[in-house]
């Protein structure tokens, strides 16, 4: 009996190390599997081409610039926490949204899927343009600010100027 009870209390100290611990359970994001159409890349592409930006085209249909690679680590997962500084603009140069000289805090898998496959191309320290185009971004809804006014159109290209400041 004694060698059963010894047994049993070594199977659950096995098993009880298997178990993911409850807050590690918080951070559920799937990866985005969109792929931007080709009229909508097509787009982002005249606007590059007649303002004369080179930029690479991302599989998922985005277009990017890396300005600095960055020296720090690189991002590891959607679950990764981000200190980024950003300005995000329409393709007329109208600012949406912008940290100024702060900062902001997101995790990588709350971001549009443009951010998610995006940020991960440079490293800490690194600054980053992307080209987005709508699907990638906020799709054919209207973003309004918090007096309800349209501060993004539905179905716009947007553009945002990125540095990853650190990764938590």
């Keep these: 009996m004694r060698k059963l009870i010894w047994s ?4 659950m100290c096995l098993f009880s190390g298997c178990l993911k611990p409850k807050d590690t359970d ?16 097509g787009d982002v592409q005249s606007y590059l081409t007649t303002n004369s930006i080179s930029a690479s085209q991302h599989s998922s249909g985005f277009f990017y610039k890396v300005n ?17 500084k950003y300005t995000g603009k329409l393709v007329n140069g109208s600012v949406f949204d912008s940290t100024g000289t702060g900062t902001a805090t997101f995790q990588l898998g709350q971001l549009i899927p443009a951010w998610q496959k995006g940020l991960p191309l440079i490293s800490k ?6 080209y987005v185009p709508p699907t990638l971004g906020y799709g054919n809804r209207d973003v309004r600010n918090n007096a309800g ?9 947007l553009i945002f100027d990125i540095e990853l400041v650190d990764i938590g």
């Design 149 to 157: 006014v349209i501060i993004i159109p539905a179905n716009s290209t």
């Design 26 to 41: 918080k951070c559920n994001f799937p990866d985005s599997s969109l792929v931007a159409p080709a009229n909508e890349t």
């Design 68 to 84: 600095n690679q960055g020296t720090g680590p690189a991002i590891v997962n959607l679950c990764s926490n981000l200190l980024v």
């Design 125 to 130: 320290g690194g600054k980053i343009t992307l």
């Design 8 to 11: 049993l209390g070594i199977l």
